[in-house]
Nanobody
Framework: QVQLVESGGGLVQAGGSLGLSCAVS????????MGWYRQAPGKQRELVAT???????NYADSVKGRFTISRDNAKNTVYLQLNSLKPEDTAVYYC?????????????WGQGTQVTVSS
């Protein structure tokens, strides 16, 4: 009943920028933390950035100063602005939302969107 739909991935040159978005739909009472994770081939999924319902943010050291996470609560959408991209940023990016439903918080994941950075 809860679905996360991502968009905005693609191919970009090193030093370029890209914007990702993820909209949450379905039976939702409230959304707590939201975040972005990424997974490169052969590697484990890692945290990129998170944002609380009060808009406090947290970033992985590897993306600090380059990426910006934000959210629009009225639209149930989380965004990730990727600037100064590096080839090592190449990965599938997944959005995450902690949704309150059925009297508990449950984590939901998007399908992933590919970000490829060429050198």
């Amino acid at each position: 009943q809860v679905q996360l739909v991502e968009s905005g991935g693609g191919l970009v040159q090193a030093g370029g920028s890209l914007g990702l978005s993820c909209a949450v739909s379905g039976s939702i009472f409230s959304i707590d933390n939201m975040g972005w994770y990424r997974q490169a081939p052969g590697k484990q999924r890692e945290l990129v950035a998170t944002i609380t319902s009060g808009s406090s943010t947290n970033y992985a050291d590897s993306v600090k100063g380059r990426f910006t996470i934000s959210r629009d609560n009225a639209k149930n959408t989380v965004y990730l602005q990727l600037n100064s991209l590096k080839p090592e940023d190449t990965a599938v990016y997944y959005c995450n939302a902690r949704v309150f439903r059925t009297f508990r918080y449950i984590d939901y994941w998007g399908q992933g969107t590919q970000v490829t950075v060429s050198s």
